[in-house]
């Protein structure tokens, strides 16, 4: 059986290809650098995080990227003896999408992208532009050899739909652009937000599947086909093929923006996003993640769920495939190699020696003092997605502060307005002390701090997190002598999509990991020996928990 979701925690916008045995997964990253998060699979049960393609700046530069924009949305294709990577680069978001939105709140700015690779792993091409009429690009393959690029138009003008349709338009591989006039081929339905093109044809039809309904509670997945590319497509006979909107007991929400694939022997296996809300606060503190599913063709030639119920299943019947387990990633990562351990992102830029170094003083990783928590440009912060609503993380921190503007130590981080962090810093005052400061986006008083606690100079601190479901809390040691903790439960479930101010933009989903800040600008540095994450059951009482280290 397969256990859904297949890529847990963040890891939205799945698009899916087989290359013989091997089947790949694509994945949004958004603002966290290097981008895409491409997973392998040979049973479609077994995954692993393989690469992430845009490593260097000539491909992506996300600097001044507001929260939740940068990469959304690729699209992986193999053809002609290459992958095809499609991917927007988004650069602003504005403020809503929806309601009475005129003016500058409309405006968004899209740009999409094609790289290519010989193999999965690279080395991908400098990127070739494409257009900047939407998002959510997807590159389809002809039988004849021609290639088409379809994307989600976006119109800013007063009184109109936002999301206008989808338009299709030719690429030419020799000239390395566009040609022709792109055509407005799909409207979308009543259920509006028509948004992330998958075409594919299949006994003299081409058949478009898309998103609908947005991303939240009432997304799902469209599908409709014609006998010609431009059109004219007549829905499905159900319009939706899959969601949960009106599922409020599936355990598995949000679904939609899925993508198909074949298996050797001719199943047909849909992946898309979906959420796990937390049981008390309905929060997806986990982001959106990647599940899948056998579906099943009719004879009326049309594309249905395998229960034909259209919903989203936790377990899901397995394809006749060899299994193949893949190693497991480490709980504890010593940073011992001269590479960042593939789990751990940071923010925006393709220049990370400015952040941090694992050769400075090997053994550990390095963050350099840099801007403040939230900064959209250069924030040293290194950290790894959450993939369970119940975990215990570790660190131990080498950091002697000379003043306030210096801090670093442990986060639980969704956005620049959404976080908990544990930090080290120094004032007149206390000296060096540990507080934590909180970001709030949906409580009245939106910073809160704890009381300083001092600590001695020159000692290494161990700092701990404990989250269950939506309670959080804080631990640290000195020494190897007892673990404190501090007296506040803080909530967890501020790192979600859903806690958040009106219209901002909230797609990703919750990490933790170790930061620094050196807001005076001198870059004083903070040692990490090691990083730990362990998922665990829920716990009554964390603070009673044994630690690992």
């Keep these: 059986m397969i256990q859904n979701p297949i890529l847990p925690g963040f890891n939205p916008d799945p698009s899916i290809v087989r290359v013989g045995d091997d089947y790949y997964i694509a994945t949004s990253t958004f603002e966290w650098y290097p981008g895409v998060q491409i997973h392998h699979s040979r049973d479609l049960v077994n995954w692993r995080l393989l690469s992430r393609p845009l490593t260097r700046a000539s491909q992506l530069n996300m600097l001044g990227a507001p929260d939740s924009c940068g990469v959304w949305a690729p699209c992986l294709s193999y053809a002609d003896g290459l992958f095809w990577l499609i991917y ?20 968004r700015d899209f740009h999409n992208y094609l790289v290519t690779s010989p193999a999965i792993d690279g080395p991908w091409s400098d990127p070739v532009y494409l257009n900047s009429s939407g998002f959510d690009p997807s590159l389809f393959h002809d039988d004849d050899g021609r290639k088409y690029l ?41 259920h509006g937000l028509t948004e992330a093109p998958h075409l594919y ?87 959106r993640e990647t599940a899948i599913q056998p579906v099943v063709w009719g004879e009326d030639g049309w594309l249905r769920t395998a229960d034909g119920q259209g ?71 290194v950290a790894r997605r959450q993939q369970a609503h119940c ?40 000296g060096k002390h540990l507080r934590v400061m909180s970001s709030l986006p949906n409580h009245v008083q939106t910073d809160t701090f704890t009381a300083p606690i001092a600590l001695p100079p020159g000692l ?13 809390y804080f631990g640290y040691r000195l020494d190897g002598g007892d673990w404190h903790w501090l007296a506040q439960q803080f909530d967890a479930s501020i790192l979600s999509d859903e806690a ?42 964390p603070m009673r928990m044994a630690a690992h280290t």
């Design 460 to 472: 290494p601190v161990q700092l701990r997190v404990e989250v269950d479901e939506e309670r959080l």
């Design 500 to 541: 958040n101010a009106p219209g901002q933009p909230n797609f990703t989903g919750a990490f933790v990991g170790m930061a620094c800040q050196d807001m005076a600008g001198s870059a004083l540095y903070a040692d990490f020996d090691y990083f730990e994450y362990r998922e665990r059951p829920y716990c009554v009482n």
């Design 88 to 107: 927007t680069d988004v650069k602003r978001y504005g403020r809503t999408s929806t309601g009475g939105a005129t003016g500058s709140a409309s405006l």
């Design 201 to 287: 044809k299949r006994n003299g039809y081409y058949y478009l599947l898309t998103a609908e309904g947005g991303t939240g509670w009432n997304h799902g997945v469209t599908m409709a086909r014609s006998r010609d590319l431009h059109g004219p497509y007549e829905l499905h006979p159900d319009q939706t093929i899959l969601s949960s909107r009106h599922r409020p007991d599936a355990e598995l929400q949000r679904a939609g923006h899925a993508d198909l694939v074949e298996t050797q022997d001719g199943q047909t296996y849909m992946v898309y996003l979906c959420g796990r809300p937390l049981r008390n606060r309905g929060t997806c503190t986990l982001g």
């Design 311 to 381: 919903t989203a299943q936790l377990q899901a019947a397995a394809p006749a495939l060899p299994e193949h387990r893949f190693e497991a990633e480490p709980a504890r990562e010593e940073f011992d190699a001269a590479q960042l351990p593939i789990a751990f992102q940071w923010l925006r830029t393709p220049w990370p020696e400015e952040l941090f170094s694992l050769t400075e003083r090997p053994g550990h990783l390095r963050l350099y003092g840099r801007e403040s928590l939230g900064s959209q440009f250069r924030q040293a912060l």
């Design 150 to 190: 379809l994307n989600q138009l976006w119109d800013h003008r007063p009184g109109s739909n936002r999301f206008a349709g989808i338009v299709a338009q030719e690429y030419s591989v020799g000239e390395g652009r566009l040609i022709g006039h792109r055509e407005n081929i799909f409207k979308g339905t009543a």
């Design 391 to 430: 975990y215990s993380a570790y660190t131990v921190v080498e950091f002697e502060p000379e003043h306030y503007q210096q801090q670093a130590g442990l986060v639980c981080y969704y956005g620049g307005a959404k976080f908990h962090y544990l930090y080290i810093t120094h004032d007149e005052v206390v």
